[in-house]
């Protein structure tokens, strides 16, 4: 009896697991998933705890899921047919990478006054430093294009300048980002919706900002033009690049690899999906997950289980802290189809200590289809 074709998906993030669940569901294909340490992180967690307000152990849990083997190490190498994991290759009849991008350490990380993170993990080392701070200058710079959660950085400088607010720090927390509007790709409501909230919140905006991310790499950081004073904390939104395991890969001005409308790469029987493909989605959950589902079909195509299908253009639906427990929501569609020819419609709930509830709950079900207890 012949044994069904072995499928390898890398990542336990929103693309690699709609790409496993879609596979599992057919029933015609083995899926391996490999995921260093066999752990996944919850993004979002990011935030509260860099400021303390919880710990990364929170969103950090073990993948377990039924009838998929977990591979915890790391995927290190990967050809046709083939998958090199903790340095022995392992043959298999295609890969879905779903490795998201990488992050550059900060040259100042060791330093009192400069932090780098973008995860809770890296939040949680930042946390006291950031703790400690309680008057001057807070600056949040986001090094470089693009990044993972968009909105996130102005999410943190708002979280930052209303607990000060609440607590009566003397403290100006300023947002330095080299982008002439805020995600500019998603039209102007959205950006202007994120000024309006950090204005409200006091936290001064520095567009279009000159950010060398090699100089932050050597601890070094920008300058603002607004005034002579000097930060007392800097807090880095560090350079993305490119996974190692695809950065051959990857576009030479990007960290992002391309792929066709099937996330397919010029490898065959290779697939990138999620953070780390070139994909004029935004860079949020749900697009990330659709890619995953694409990816997956095509492979259950190509090994002759099931026939393609359609698939329908993603939407993204994310949540904007705004600190003191208040969320905004975020909601994007594309009526009019895929981009650039379909332009997206955003719709924003405005902040509201109600969506709390709603920010806990989609990290519940994150959890969920992570951890299977059947």
């Known amino acids: ?68 083997e977990v591979v915890s190490a790391r995927a290190e190498a990967v050809e046709p047919g083939a998958l090199r994991i903790a340095g022995s290759w392992r043959r298999v009849e295609a890969v879905i990478a779903a490795p998201g991008l990488a992050l550059r350490r900060v040259g100042g990380a060791m330093s009192e006054s400069v932090v780098g993170f973008w995860d809770p993990t890296g939040a949680e080392a930042a946390a006291p430093r950031i703790g400690a701070v309680e008057g001057g200058i807070v600056d949040v710079v986001i090094s470089s294009l693009p990044y993972r959660c968009p909105p996130a950085p102005y999410g943190l400088a708002l979280r930052l300048a209303r607990r000060a607010r609440r607590l009566g720090l003397p403290l100006h927390v300023r947002l330095l980002t080299p982008e002439e509007h805020p995600l500019a790709a998603l039209g102007r409501t959205l950006g202007d919706a994120l000024l309006a909230g950090c204005e409200d919140a006091g936290v001064e905006v520095l567009l279009g900002a000159e950010i060398d991310p090699d100089a932050l790499a050597e601890g070094k950081v920008p300058a603002p033009d607004s005034g002579p004073d000097a930060a007392d904390l800097t807090i880095v939104v560090p350079p993305h690049y490119a996974s190692p395991l695809v950065a051959d890969l990857a576009e030479a001005s990007s960290p992002l690899v391309s792929v066709d409308a099937r996330f397919a790469t010029e490898i065959a029987g290779v697939f990138v999906v999620g953070d780390a493909a070139a994909s004029p989605y935004p860079r949020a959950a749900d697009p990330a997950a659709w890619s995953g589902m694409v990816a997956a079909q095509a492979v259950l195509s190509e090994l002759g289980v099931e026939g393609d299908e359609v698939a329908q253009t993603p939407t993204a639906d994310c949540f904007v802290d705004h600190g003191e ?21 955003v719709t924003i709930d405005p902040a509201a200590p109600a969506r709390a509830a709603d920010f806990e709950d989609a990290h519940r079900r994150w959890q969920a289809v992570r951890v299977e207890t059947r």
Do not use: F, N, Q
């Open 325 to 345: 427990g208040a969320y905004g929501r975020i909601r994007i569609a594309y009526p009019d189809g895929s981009p650039p020819r379909g332009r997206p419609a």
């Open 1 to 68: 009896m012949t044994s069904a074709p072995l499928v390898a998906v890398v990542g336990a993030g929103p693309a690699g697991l709609a790409a496993v669940r879609r596979l599992r569901e057919s029933g015609g294909v083995r899926v391996v998933l490999v995921v260093p340490g066999g752990l996944s992180e919850y993004l979002p967690g990011t935030l509260p705890v860099a400021t303390g307000d919880a710990r990364a152990a929170c969103y950090r849990t073990r993948v377990v899921l039924a009838g998929v």
